[in-house]
C-alpha cells in the first residue's frame, strides 16, 4: 500500500479513524445548562435563548403560526423559481416515499407474528411506530430542504402519528420552502427553535413544545451533544460526524472522480476522503484534477482545510482495495472497478453506509434525488449502523401465551432455574398456580 497526501507528500501510513465530536468541558458544561434551564423554566428560558442566538425580538412566536404558513405557501406559489425548486423537492419526495415502503414491506415492519413452540405455547411480536417525532433542521447560513424530506419521510411511512418540524429561524422568521413542504409532507407543526435548544424542549416538552419520542436530523455540535446528552430520556437517530467519502475505482475520468470527492470535502473542515486503486496513473491524475478544480471554487475556505483529510491510496490487487474500503467503513462508497461482480457488491463490500456503483453513480445523486436515504451512519460506525430508514421509527414488544397444562408441565423446570439465580419469589410466583384451587380464590367480574 502507497499512500499520498494533495501535496503529493508519500506516507508511510494512514489512520482510518476519524475526527469525533470534540468534547471540551466548556462545550459540555454550556449545553448542560440549556438544558437544565429548559427543564425548569419551559418556553419563558426557550425564548430568552432564541434572542441570544437567532437575533429574534420581544414579538418572537415559537411556533410557526397558520398566518406564516399561509404567506409561506403563497411566496412560493406567486414565484416560479420557488415552485420549481419545490416541485423538484417533491418529486423527490416521491422517490424517498417509494424507496421507504418497500423498505417497509422487505422487512416486515407492520404488523404482528405469532408462533406455537408447544401444545398451548405461544409467543411472538407485536410492531408498532412510535407516537411521536421531532424532525430537526438546521438553518442559519443555509437552507436544506433535503433533510427535511430525508427524516420527515421515512416517519411517516412508519406510521409515527404525530411529527413536528424544529428549525432555527433567522430573526423570527423561516424559509418559505421549508413550511411549505413540512405542510404539503404532512408536518403536524412547524417550530422556531435551534441547537441544543431544541432537543432540551422537545425532549421534556414546555407549555407550547410536546414532548416527544424520537429527535432526528443533524445538526451543529450544541445540537448534537444535546442528542447524545438526552439519548437515555429521547429515541434518537445517529451521532452524526463530518460527511466522508471513499472512491475505489480501476479506471474512469479524473476529473469526475475530482469532483466526486470535492462534493464531500466541501461540507465541513473535518469531512475527509480516501480515493484507492490499483492504478497509480488514475489516481495521480485525480489528484492533479483536485488542485486545478480548487482555486475557483466558492468554498475554497473549507476545502483547504479538509485537504488535509484526503489520501490517495495505491494498492497491489483488487482484494487489498476492498480490504481496505471494509477498515474504512465509509459513509459513501463508490466502486468503479473492472473485472468484478456488481450485481453481488456484498460479497465485496462488508461496511458502508451507501455504496453507489459505476462511473455514473456519483454520491450527489443519492443526496437528493435517488430515493435512498442521506442519512447516513459516520465515523466508521457503518460497521454496526444503518442509513435511517422506517425501522428507526418503530419498535417491538413481546407477546407471551401459556393455558395452564403447559405451565403445570414447565413449572418445575422453571422454578428450579429461579431458586439457582437465588429469586425465590419468582419460583413462587409460578409455583403458586400448581394447584387446581388457591387458598386464594379468583374473583371474576
Not at 480548487?294 to 488535509?308: A, E, V, Y
Not at 482495495?321 to 465485496?348: C, M, R, W
Request: with cysteine; glycine share 6%; charged share 25%.
Amino acid at each position: 500500500m502507497k499512500v499520498k497526501t494533495i501535496e503529493g507528500k508519500v506516507l508511510s501510513s494512514v489512520s482510518f479513524s476519524k475526527n469525533e465530536l470534540l468534547l471540551t468541558k466548556e462545550l459540555i458544561s454550556e449545553v448542560e445548562k440549556i438544558i437544565e434551564e429548559v427543564r425548569e423554566y419551559g418556553d419563558s428560558k426557550v425564548i430568552e435563548f432564541c434572542k441570544k442566538f437567532d437575533g429574534v425580538g420581544d414579538d418572537f412566536n415559537i411556533v410557526v403560526s397558520e398566518e406564516e404558513i399561509s404567506e409561506s405557501i403563497e411566496e412560493v406559489e406567486s414565484s416560479s423559481d420557488l415552485m420549481e425548486i419545490a416541485d423538484i423537492f417533491l418529486k423527490a419526495a416521491e422517490r424517498i416515499k417509494k424507496f421507504h415502503e418497500e423498505q417497509l414491506k422487505h422487512f416486515n415492519l407492520s404488523g404482528k407474528w405469532i408462533i406455537e413452540i408447544g401444545n398451548g405455547r405461544k409467543v411472538g411480536q407485536v410492531v408498532k411506530p412510535v407516537d411521536s417525532v421531532m424532525v430537526y433542521v438546521p438553518g442559519g447560513r443555509a437552507i436544506y430542504p433535503s433533510t427535511l424530506i430525508m427524516n420527515l419521510i421515512p416517519a411517516k411511512v412508519a406510521g409515527v402519528n404525530k411529527t413536528f418540524v424544529s428549525t432555527p429561524s433567522q430573526k423570527g422568521k423561516v424559509s418559505p420552502i421549508i413550511i411549505y413542504l413540512a405542510k404539503r409532507l404532512g408536518a403536524d407543526g412547524i417550530f422556531k427553535i435551534g441547537g441544543a435548544v431544541s432537543v432540551a424542549s422537545f425532549t421534556f416538552g414546555t407549555q407550547t413544545i410536546p414532548k416527544v419520542d424520537m429527535i432526528v436530523g443533524p445538526g451543529n455540535k450544541y445540537f448534537v451533544l444535546a442528542k447524545k446528552l438526552l439519548s437515555g430520556l429521547v429515541g434518537i437517530d445517529i451521532i452524526p460526524g463530518p460527511s466522508e467519502i471513499a472512491i475505489f475505482a480501476t479506471y474512469g475520468n479524473p476529473k469526475y472522480l475530482a469532483y466526486d470527492i470535492l462534493s464531500q470535502l466541501e461540507h465541513d473542515p473535518d469531512s475527509s476522503a480516501f480515493m484507492i486503486s490499483t492504478n497509480g496513473e488514475l489516481l495521480e491524475k485525480t489528484r492533479e484534477e483536485i488542485i486545478t478544480i480548487l482555486p475557483s471554487t466558492s468554498r475554497k475556505s473549507i476545502l483547504d482545510n479538509s485537504m488535509k483529510n484526503l489520501f490517495f491510496i495505491e494498492v497491489s490487487s483488487i482484494e487489498e482495495g476492498f480490504d481496505i474500503v471494509n477498515q474504512i467503513a465509509p459513509e459513501h462508497l463508490e466502486v468503479i472497478v473492472h473485472g468484478i461482480d456488481t450485481s453481488n457488491i456484498d460479497k465485496y463490500v462488508k461496511h458502508a453506509g451507501t455504496v453507489l456503483i459505476g462511473l455514473y453513480s456519483p454520491v450527489v445523486i443519492t443526496d437528493y434525488f435517488a430515493g435512498t436515504n442521506h442519512v447516513l451512519p459516520t465515523n466508521s460506525t457503518a460497521r454496526f449502523s444503518s442509513p435511517l430508514g422506517v425501522y428507526n421509527f418503530v419498535k417491538m414488544y413481546n407477546i407471551c401465551e401459556w393455558e395452564k397444562n403447559s405451565l403445570l408441565e414447565d413449572m418445575e423446570t422453571v422454578s428450579k432455574l429461579a431458586n439457582y439465580e437465588g429469586l425465590e419469589i419468582h419460583a413462587k410466583s409460578i409455583l403458586e398456580r400448581k394447584h387446581s384451587s388457591s387458598t386464594t380464590p379468583e374473583i371474576n367480574l
